[in-house]
Nanobody, 121 residues
Framework: QVQLVESGGGLVQAGGSLRLSCTASGRTFSSSAMGWFRQAPEKEREIVAGINWNGVSTYSADSVKGRFTISRDNALKTVYLQMNSLKPEDTAVYYC??????????????WGQGTQVTVSS
């Protein structure tokens, strides 16, 4: 069974930065796509960024392009989300997820518990 544990959330002023981390247990990390989703109050969960198994291919939502960067370290079984130039509308619970396949952004198998990110204006 895979467990995903997120860390790095918190309160930050607009324009600031945070780095989220997600560490996985189990043996499937290095062969799986990884992603970050977020869910704001009264809104649907949305994908923020994805990265394929070897880090060569990434995806970023239009709303975060140029500000957020996803990366991974397979030796540490950890995926990161570097968030710069944060805006109040980035406030949400951020979830780490492991894909069902090595690549692709539409099939997700395991989810973390989420970490709160709050951006004050």
């Amino acid at each position: 069974q895979v467990q995903l544990v997120e860390s790095g959330g918190g309160l930050v002023q607009a324009g600031g930065s945070l780095r989220l981390s997600c560490t996985a247990s189990g043996r499937t990390f290095s062969s799986s796509a990884m992603g970050w989703f977020r869910q704001a109050p009264e809104k649907e969960r949305e994908i923020v960024a994805g990265i394929n198994w070897n880090g060569v291919s990434t995806y970023s939502a239009d709303s975060v392009k140029g500000r957020f960067t996803i990366s991974r370290d397979n030796a540490l079984k950890t995926v990161y989300l570097q968030m710069n130039s944060l805006k109040p509308e980035d406030t949400a619970v951020y979830y780490c997820t492991m894909g069902a396949y090595p690549s692709g952004w539409s099939s997700w198998r395991y989810w973390g518990q989420g970490t709160q990110v709050t951006v004050s204006s």
